[in-house]
């Protein structure tokens, strides 16, 4: 008989978050051999349950009348997965919230590791670097975004492969800090957060690339959020539970506040 597990849900989620249960869809787009994947969702302000993002004059203050804008960079190596499935319910909340959304599969596009060649360092007026791939969209996406989200599943206490990719080709593209002389910071004052599963305690199992990630913005002058991690306990059931959604939800409600 399979053990009755105790209730430690204190221990399994870290950071504060929740989703309507409705699966996004997704927009493909053709990119050479590779495939993007994007949600970009309509403002849509009918539905905000009693929620604000604040009034109109501060939203035309921030961007200039237009819906504030989040990139999701989605790390996950397998469809379905559990980070996939936690990333639904925050989707759906910042939907509800008229954000505008790019959500970008990386798996599913061809991103090269960074080589340290330092040509974009002293490139200052773009991210400029000399590889022709699809990070290109990315640098894109980023750019024009208000709030980056980095959500991967743990892989040996960090993020994946393509997720570790990108951050590397991000972290010099836009910080130019090592040419022959100092330049500016692309992306700096934009908000970014984490999202994550795993499968130890959350201290445990995500806490490295936590802490990666709060080094990162700092050296990259961004402003970080929080994190939203959840340990896998039960498989993937355990995802979209209603203490999972509202964990999502309430993250996405803490994104929107800290854009305001």
């Excluded at 430690?8 to 309507?20: D, P, S």
Aim: proline content about 4%; charged content about 25%.
């Amino acid at each position: 008989m399979k053990p009755t597990r105790p209730h430690r849900f204190a221990n399994r989620v870290g950071g504060e978050g929740g989703i309507e249960e409705v699966c996004p869809s997704f927009k493909q787009i053709d990119v050479g051999n590779a495939k993007r994947y994007i949600k970009s969702h309509a403002k849509n302000t009918a539905s905000c349950g009693g929620l604000s993002l604040g009034d109109d004059e501060s939203k035309d203050e921030r961007n200039g009348g237009d819906a504030m804008e989040i990139c999701i960079l989605f790390g996950s190596l397998r469809n379905n997965s559990n980070t996939g499935l936690l990333l639904e319910p925050f989707i759906n909340e910042l939907k509800r919230f008229g954000i505008d959304i790019n959500y970008i599969v990386l798996k599913d596009l061809d991103i090269e590791p960074c080589t340290a060649c330092w040509t974009c360092q002293n490139i200052f007026e773009e991210p400029g670097c000399p590889k022709k791939d699809d990070m290109d969209l990315i640098y894109q996406a980023v750019l024009k975004s208000d709030c980056i989200i980095f959500a991967s599943p743990i892989y040996s206490w960090y993020c994946t492969p393509p997720m570790k990719a990108v951050m590397d080709r991000l972290v010099y593209g836009m910080n130019k800090y090592y040419g022959d002389s100092e330049g500016p910071c692309l992306w700096e004052g934009k908000k970014c957060a984490l999202i994550t599963t795993c499968g130890y305690e959350v201290e445990n199992g995500a806490g490295v690339f936590e802490e990666g990630l709060r080094r990162y913005a700092k050296h990259s002058k961004l402003q970080y959020i929080g994190k939203l991690a959840i340990q896998d306990i039960d498989g993937k059931e355990y995802f979209q539970n209603e203490f999972a959604v509202k964990a999502a939800k309430e993250f996405a409600q803490k994104v929107v506040n800290s854009l305001k």
